[in-house]
């Protein structure tokens, strides 16, 4: 532990640059999976496939009870794992929670984040199977779920093709708004749409199924805002993209950088398109071109993606 | 949340009294499944059957880097979630891992800990395939881990029947003898064999699978010393034990209320003993009987087991 690598410090990784270093040393998957890299991992499991994610929330870091419930942060935690398999156009199933706790958490706290869990799991139809309680020096709730693909196949990030319609799914940029919002005005900022799509993000996995089966070549979820997400997917199909995201309702800024939304991003055969707006639309969801794939080049509403990607990491950063 | 229980803190819970508070509120398992409450959950997957465990470790909570090197604590990580599929008799697969990190953890530590999770997984055969990287205060690392149940079934915690045998593998009682002479010694102890069963502690899925064929009706791995452990297998089985313990090689104290063996502890119609042992020990490892099932009460050497489980009970929350 005496080398020079030693002096430095995680705070001067990205979590992105991090992750890249565990993808490397994790190794290349075996034949027929997917590993890290994707919205969730694909593994056999015995003659089928499983998806399988995880991801986790730590207080302070992702969420402030300043203007959170507990029951938020429980139900947020099990919807931003479903949101993972929902982008590969599979279905949530079995889920095991990590709590990790202050001792002086007060026994309420806990019965709300399980109170939030339980209401996300009915929701979506998730197992919560089993779990692990530590004590830790800062709350954190963390799930692991598994997914079944869908029948036509799991839809990564990285099928994409040129002259694909690229869509969206609900009103991407709300919850970027509700997080500002809730940080300005405290609590008394709960009941806004905009904060509500911020403390209780909905997942969508019976979207997600229907973009599968209605012939999507790519998807991803919109954890990091449109910018960052949709940058992922075309270097992922090595592709370029042309969108447009001045007509959408939340404003340009917000749908770009503004991170948590949980929509649906993704690219589907422009003369599939119709159909599978109508199919999320019967799901009561908004569905949204906003572009074309393209050979290379990624362009939004003029503007470089890129440059639009490296503002959206600064945001992240200092937010 | 203003009623009395705010004034309730976790500090006044035991892991245990949680545990049951979050198995009470996640329900019944649906048909076919077990939930929490053994050593890992099984569920359906498509037509087939999978275990599904998760276990964290928290930096001064579990581990402590006055003695501990990083490597050690990511080899134990996939190590205690291994024992758990193993004491279902499962054989390990696919796991996610979620590292929480302080912005000033050097990145040798990153490293050292991604080292001991891949020797581990190597040694076990176990698939690293996706993660998730937080900021949080302190350095933790949890793993969830997908297995494949044995053919002759899962072996849980409550198949054991008056008249078995109840067995152990390897030398329980070690690692608490190590990490009691890590703690009064430090790093200079480190490569004694009690210090080593400690820091890097031995997964027995071969033998659990050994175990399973030959006809084991209830297992559980040692975490929390054989007195809780087996008290636990007596409970979920309905029975009392008979035992003897005084023989082993580590002293009396260590094998009961020491915890972290991850031995397994399981129990076999009598007659299947001896073929479960030398299967065991064809692999390497040791195998000694301890006692019998009974029909009620649970007696260890003499004496009450149930006194000794509240002894390490103590001995655990004073830790």
Redesign the interface.
Known sequence: ?N?E?????????A?YD??A??RE??GA??EG?V??GDD??V??????Q?L???????E???FDFAYC?PADVGFKAVAINVSDIAAMGGTP??A?????????????????L?DGM?EASQRWSV????????????L?I?I?L?G?PPESGVVTRGGARAGDAIGITGTPGLSGLGLALLKAEGRSARDRPEARAHLRPEARPAEGAALARAGATAMIDVSDGVAIDLYRLCRASDTGCNVRVGDLEAPKEAVLLGGEDFELLFTIPSESFATARAAVQELGTNCTQIGEVTDSGMMVDGESLESWKDKAWDHLRNQ
Chains 1, 2 share one sequence.
């Not at 929670?97 to 706290?109: E, H």
């Open positions: 532990m080398d690598r030693d002096e430095q410090k995680v705070s001067e990784f979590e991090l992750l270093r565990f040393r994790i998957p075996v999976e590993w890290s969730a991992a593994v056999a499991a015995g003659a089928d499983i399988f994610t995880t991801d986790s929330m730590v302070k870091v992702d419930d199933g079995a095991v929670a990590t709590l990790q706790l202050d001792p002086n958490t007060p026994v309420s706290v806990v019965d709300g399980l339980l197992r919560i199977v089993g779990g692990d309680l530590s004590r830790a020096p800062a954190s963390g692991a598994l079944v």
